[in-house]
C-alpha cells in the first residue's frame, strides 16, 4: 500500500473502482460527456472553468486532467494560466469579502 497522499492513477484502481460500482461510473461518464460537450459554451470555455475550479479544490487529478483537455480544445498556455488567476483571485477575495463576519463577530457582546 502506497503512503502518497494522492497515489499514481493505475489500472487496478480503475478497475476496482469500476467494480465497486459500475452503474453509477457509466452515469458519471454520460454526465461528464454532456457537461463538457459543446452547448451555450464552447468545450474550450468549458475546460478553462474547470482548471479553474480544480485549482480552487485543489484536486490534482482534476487540475492535470483538464489543463490536459484545454489544450486539447484549443486553449493557449496563457489562456489557462489567466483561468488560473481567476480562481486565485476568486480564492483571495473569498477570504477578503469573510473579513466581514469576522468584523461582525467582534462586534457582538462577549460571553
Known amino acids: 500500500m502506497s503512503h502518497e497522499v494522492y497515489p ?3 489500472r487496478e484502481l480503475a478497475r ?3 467494480e465497486l460500482a459500475p452503474e453509477t461510473l457509466e452515469a458519471f461518464r454520460r454526465f461528464s460527456q454532456q457537461v463538457f460537450a ?3 459554451l464552447p468545450a474550450k470555455t468549458k475546460q478553462l472553468i474547470a482548471v479553474a475550479v480544480a485549482h480552487v ?3 490534482p487529478y482534476c487540475i492535470r486532467s483538464h489543463s490536459r483537455l484545454a489544450r486539447q480544445a484549443g486553449a493557449s498556455p496563457e ?3 489567466e483561468a ?3 480562481a486565485a ?3 483571495a477575495g473569498a477570504a477578503y469579502a ?3 463576519l469576522a468584523l461582525d463577530a467582534l462586534e457582538e457582546p462577549g460571553p
Do not use: K, N
Request: aromatic share 4%; hydrophobic share 40%; with cysteine.
Open 8 to 10: 499514481q492513477p493505475t
Open 16 to 18: 476496482r473502482r469500476r
Open 38 to 40: 459543446d452547448g451555450a
Open 57 to 59: 479544490t485543489q484536486c
Open 79 to 81: 489562456e489557462v494560466m
Open 84 to 86: 488560473i488567476w481567476v
Open 89 to 91: 483571485e476568486m480564492r
Open 98 to 100: 469573510h473579513a466581514l
